[in-house]
Structures are given as structure tokens and as C-alpha cells.
């Protein structure tokens, strides 16, 4: 699976890079499972993966659970993440956008504002990729349409993604 992605994931990890040596950060969201990954990839970043580095800027926009609940009763659960986009985003950051249908609504408005701020954005996605898929600048699709077998797709994907990365910065 992965020698079929890997020409896409060297890329995202080449887009992430770049935005990091120019001081930007990674912002990653997603639901359910995918808000777990995105934590999960945060904390892969932050701290370390593998390898002794310095601390990378990445950001989990799922874990702040005063902000989703506010921005959910106060503008919708679909603004949730594009709230926040809005927030802490400047032009040359990275949103990590994952849904495993590639069809979450806020997920998609998050992309699309990330967009439009130029921000670059990176679909994490599986069946068909979805609307995610078309408008996200950049995608990686796990060539799956059931959900537990694209989450575990999606898992080896960030654990490559994450040791690319880390591997620019180790000692």
C-alpha cells in the first residue's frame, strides 16, 4: 500500500517542510477517528516521533473542547475548524484536512477558508476521495471504501508522513 503512495506522501512531507523552513506550522483536523489522528500526528510532531529533534509547530484544531463547543452553539458545527483556521492561520501554513469519506462539512469548510487565505492544504482521505479530494490543493487517498481499513491506511500513511519529516530535522 504504501509503495503505491509513496511518490504522495514524499510530497505532503516536501509541502510541510517547506512550510515549516519558512516558519509556518501545520494545522491538522478531522472527526471521530480522524480527530484522533489529527492529535495523534500533533503529538508525533511536537514531541518526537522516533528520533531526537527539535519541536515542530503542528497543531491538533480537535482537541480545544471549550472553542468546538462554543463555535458549534454559537455559528454551527460545520464552522468549527474554519473558525479556527481563521484564528491561527497565516499564508504559507498547512491544514492536514482528514475524513475518511472525504465528505465531513466542517472539514471541507476549513479547506475551502484555508484556501482562500493561502494556506496550503493536504486532503487525507480513502474510497473515492470525496469532495475533500477535489478541493483540497493536494491529496492522498487510501485506496479503500470501508472506513476501519482507510483509518488503518490512514494511520501507516501519518506514521511515514511523520518520520519523513522527522528525519529533516533529526541529529
Request: hydrophobic residues 45%; contains cysteine; charged residues 25%.
Amino acid at each position: 500500500m504504501i509503495s503505491q503512495m509513496w511518490d504522495k506522501i514524499e510530497k505532503a512531507a516536501k509541502i510541510i517542510i517547506d512550510s515549516f523552513e519558512k516558519g509556518g506550522k501545520l494545522m491538522i483536523c478531522g472527526n471521530g477517528g480522524s480527530a484522533a489522528d489529527a492529535q495523534h500526528i500533533a503529538a508525533e510532531l511536537v514531541a518526537r516521533f522516533k528520533k531526537e529533534r527539535k519541536a515542530l509547530p503542528a497543531i491538533a484544531l480537535t482537541t480545544n473542547t471549550s472553542i468546538l463547543t462554543a463555535v458549534s452553539n454559537d455559528y454551527g458545527y460545520d464552522v468549527t475548524f474554519k473558525r479556527q483556521v481563521e484564528a491561527l492561520a497565516k499564508k504559507g501554513d498547512v491544514l492536514l484536512a482528514i475524513s475518511t469519506s472525504g465528505n465531513a462539512k466542517n472539514v471541507l469548510e476549513a479547506v475551502k477558508f484555508a484556501d482562500k487565505i493561502g494556506v496550503k492544504t493536504i486532503a487525507l482521505t480513502g474510497g473515492t476521495g470525496g469532495a475533500l479530494a477535489k478541493i483540497a490543493k493536494f491529496s492522498i487517498i487510501a485506496p479503500s471504501g470501508d472506513t476501519p481499513r482507510i483509518q488503518e491506511s490512514h494511520m501507516v500513511i501519518y506514521h511515514t508522513l511523520c518520520e519523513l519529516i522527522e528525519n529533516e530535522y533529526a541529529r
